[in-house]
């Protein structure tokens, strides 16, 4: 019997419990860094299968390794995520969150376990392979600083020999039964800009004595939008986007502070260092122009996502073999951000998507909405093709 039809037999195999245990993530949700009894579920799920996990990394990350032949000879890193969303569920499904105003809206449920029929399936194998498979289940993915930065800083990039490091993330826009794969810079960085303007306030009929910081604050919004337009060069995918404005004045009442949040994302490092100090400078100028006072703090987090070209051909030539040519898709810079970023910036690395789309199902959602399912399908699709990817790969 083949290699592929082993990993595909089994994936077939463990597919109902994988149903399972991705039903009882999703129904548990918890948020970044407080995943303490999916951790525990996580860990109990691999000693299940005789292998010891390593946890407590960055608080509820957990790490376990899987060792074929000449278990020394050279590692590789496979990776999920394992937080959720403050989003409140809107399905109605057996598996429905139970707990309230916390959701699985990105998928990290699909992503665990997933990787959990890898690990079943890389254990039933591991007299195919050279080396060993190291498998990471990271916390607080959807939270500066990231889990991935707080796992690498504890170590977990440390051992001796490793090659590289695979990651998949489910995409509600390819038809389940495909995948899709981007080479080179893929996903972009994200930063959190937090401006809080300060005027003087008081009665909107008087504006002459006031200090309008509604005003102010509608001009830095548009000026900033001008440092994309007119600072970037336009071959560098950049955005700023403001997506909350609290002035908590009235129809005649003008206040003394408005506070803005929006993020600044784009896919070049020097671009960015560029940018944000352009935006504190101009945002800052304009306010005190206008006779206001600003503060402006920005929340570094993720860097951009680069996807190594030798390593993604080769997983994408797997995936084909896998799957059939006809169902690996070519993907376009994505800029959403990711904190799998954190580790293609240090290790070559593959960030490819899983898709869960089913039209005939009424599964169309996209992630981050209180409507996101996925066609369980996909989870014997993820367990066998990141088995696969990871035995050919380690064999190379």
Not at 193 to 204: D, F, M, S
Not at 265 to 284: F, G, I, P, V, Y
Not at 358 to 364: A, F, M, R
């Amino acid at each position: 019997m083949s290699l592929k039809h082993k990993i595909s037999q089994l994936a077939e195999q463990y597919k109902s419990d994988i149903v399972q245990i991705r039903r009882h993530i999703h129904a548990h949700p918890e948020l970044s860094f407080q995943e303490f009894e999916t951790s525990k579920f996580v860990a109990e799920k691999i000693k299940s299968i005789g292998l010891i996990p390593d946890t407590g990394i960055a608080g509820t990350g957990l790490t376990v390794e899987i060792k074929g032949k000449n278990p020394e000879s050279k590692r590789m890193l496979l990776r999920a995520d394992m937080d959720a969303l403050p989003i409140m569920e809107a399905n109605d499904v057996s598996y429905k969150s139970t707990n309230e105003g916390v959701m699985h809206a990105c998928g990290h449920d699909v992503h665990t376990s997933s990787l959990l029929g890898s690990a079943m399936i890389l254990n039933e194998l591991k007299n195919e392979f050279e080396g060993t498979i190291k498998l990471i289940f990271q916390p607080g993915e959807e939270k500066a600083p990231g889990g991935a930065k707080l796992m690498i800083e504890e170590g977990v990039l440390n051992d001796n020999g490793i090659k590289n490091i695979i990651g998949q993330h489910v995409m509600p826009f390819i038809p389940v039964g495909k995948v899709g794969f981007k080479s080179g810079l893929y996903m972009a960085s994200a930063d959190e800009l937090y401006l809080t303007v300060k005027g003087k306030g008081g009665h909107a009929a008087q504006p002459h004595t006031l200090i309008d910081p509604i005003l102010i604050s509608s001009h830095i919004i548009i000026a900033l939008q001008q440092i994309v337009s007119r600072r970037s060069n336009p071959i560098v995918p950049s955005v700023v986007s403001f997506g909350r404005i609290i002035g908590e004045g009235a129809t005649n009442v003008i206040p003394n502070e408005v506070k803005i949040q929006g993020t600044f994302r784009t896919l070049d490092e020097n671009w960015r260092e560029e940018a944000l100090q352009l935006m504190s400078k101009m945002a800052t100028g304009l306010a005190e122009s206008m006779g206001g006072v600003l503060d402006f703090d920005i929340v570094r987090g993720y860097p951009f996502l680069y996807n190594e070209e030798k390593l993604t051909a080769r997983a994408r030539n797997f995936a084909e073999d896998y799957l059939g040519k006809e169902n690996v898709v070519d993907l376009d810079i994505w800029m959403a951000a990711e904190d799998f970023a954190f580790y293609s910036q240090k290790i070559d690395s593959c960030f490819y998507r899983l898709g869960t789309r089913n039209e005939d199902k009424g599964i169309t959602s996209g992630v981050h909405t209180p409507t996101f399912d996925i066609d369980e399908d996909a989870l014997e699709i993820g367990m066998g093709l990141m088995a696969w990817i990871a035995i050919n790969e380690i064999n190379r």
